[in-house]
């Protein structure tokens, strides 16, 4: 129970951008002034929280503001996409102290890109000047699905050759710190509650645009995982009836209409870009998106019809997620975000409203991400941090 509670408080404080008094905490999570004092104590000699100040104006004695330390502990992220891998170290207040950003290894050996990962984190480690003793470990966001409970990715279908890898486990050896592996939707929805600032409180979904689409789904500021962790898998919603034939057996799935590989290749078949970008790797296909993005904001007609029509596609997707789970909010980020994102806010606002079905009741906001391109490593980071201070209901199991 203390160590709930001390979770507890903790998170009221992150929660608060400006830090709380004693007094209010005790307000605000119910919780007796002594046992605020104590816990207070406690997180203080953790060197997890500060005294920030004094204030109050009226009468009575000024309240010591409590804030997170954001050197008291530290936490390590990798997002692995197919193509492009990015790594940070996160403080306690979710900023980021430093980070890369690699092509991710092509070929079809996990091995090779598990020993890449290694290296470029022990480097930028030593890079950041971080004492690796307060880093509290290493979280993973990688392509779906995955099985949480052994770490392992499951035949990726855009990671050839990566079937049952276990690269949790494989990290931790190859590391030495403790490893966390979620889906990367999962884990950019995560950035975004813990870093995102208003766009990522209450009821939202995630909308990952990587090198597949799917989407990571909060309500009520809690991380919606599913029975096996793999919720949010969308690629398979159809939003184009008249579309190519995705390997399911149905036809304009998001998964064979709208991922920037098909898009790619609509460029490619129309002549608007030269070569086969879309039969290569990750990050060839990542190159010749951001050159058909770079083509339609130079008013290329052709090039800008293909990036209308996908934002029309992913609305439709969106509003089949947004209707049946009534969120407020949908924001979108992702390594391939930023070369749609003039265009898809301009576009999917409206399309969304006109496909709400409480509409007449409550607004859908449509933003992107507040964490911006990293949100997918941040939220991996933030993995660690939420598993090792957010308060979990597992806390409250007393050892019989």
């Known amino acids: ?104 290894p092509g070929g079809n050996d996990p091995s090779a ?36 409970d052994n770490g392992t990715v499951v035949d990726p279908p855009l990671l050839p050759g990566w079937d049952r890898v276990e690269l949790r486990d494989a990290l931790a050896r190859a590391t030495g710190y403790s490893v966390l592996v979620d889906k990367d939707v999962t884990s950019a929805a995560v950035a975004e509650t813990w870093a995102g600032g208003p766009s990522g409180a209450g009821s939202f979904v995630f909308m990952y645009m990587g090198t597949g689409i799917g989407c990571g789904i909060v309500l009520n500021d809690e991380v919606v995982r599913g029975t096996s962790g793999n919720a949010g898998e969308i690629g398979h919603i159809v939003v184009d009836p008249d579309g190519p034939e995705c390997d399911c057996g149905q036809h304009g799935c998001v998964k064979s209409s709208a991922i920037p590989q098909v898009l790619v290749a609509e460029a490619e078949a129309a002549g608007i870009l030269d070569g086969s970008g879309s039969e290569g790797s990750g990050a060839e296909v990542q190159q010749s998106f951001s050159r058909l993005c770079e083509l339609a904001d130079a008013g290329n ?59 007449l009741i409550h607004p859908i906001e449509v933003v992107g991400t507040g964490v911006g391109e990293d949100v997918g490593a941040i939220g991996a980071a933030s993995l660690v941090l939420e598993h090792t201070l957010a308060p979990r209901a597992q806390r409250l199991l007393l050892e019989s």
């Open 113 to 148: 890109v598990i020993t890449t990962i290694a290296t470029e984190i022990a480097q930028l480690v030593a890079e950041s000047g971080v004492d690796h003793h307060r880093i509290a470990g290493l979280g993973v966001a990688a392509p779906g699905p995955i099985d949480l």
């Open 301 to 359: 007609e052709k090039a800008a019809a293909i990036l209308d029509k996908s934002a029309v596609l992913v609305a439709r997707a969106a509003s089949v997620v947004t209707n049946a789970l009534d969120v407020e909010r949908v924001v979108f980020g992702g390594p391939f975000w930023s070369g749609l994102a003039e265009r898809y806010l301009d576009r999917i606002p409206a399309l969304l409203d006109a496909n709400s079905a409480a509409r």
């Open 1 to 104: 129970m203390g160590d709930f509670n001390l979770t507890v408080i903790l998170d009221a404080i992150r929660r608060t951008s400006g830090g709380l008094s004693r007094v209010e905490l005790a307000q605000i999570v119910g919780l007796s002034p002594q046992t605020i004092s104590n816990i207070s104590r406690r997180l203080l000699d953790q060197n997890l929280i500060v005294e920030a100040g004094k204030e109050g104006s009226g009468p009575g004695k000024p309240r010591t503001i409590l804030r997170l330390n954001p050197g008291g502990m530290y936490a390590l992220g990798v997002h692995l996409d197919p193509a492009v891998t990015t790594f940070v170290v996160l403080d306690l207040v979710g900023a980021v102290v430093r980070h890369s950003r690699i092509k991710t």
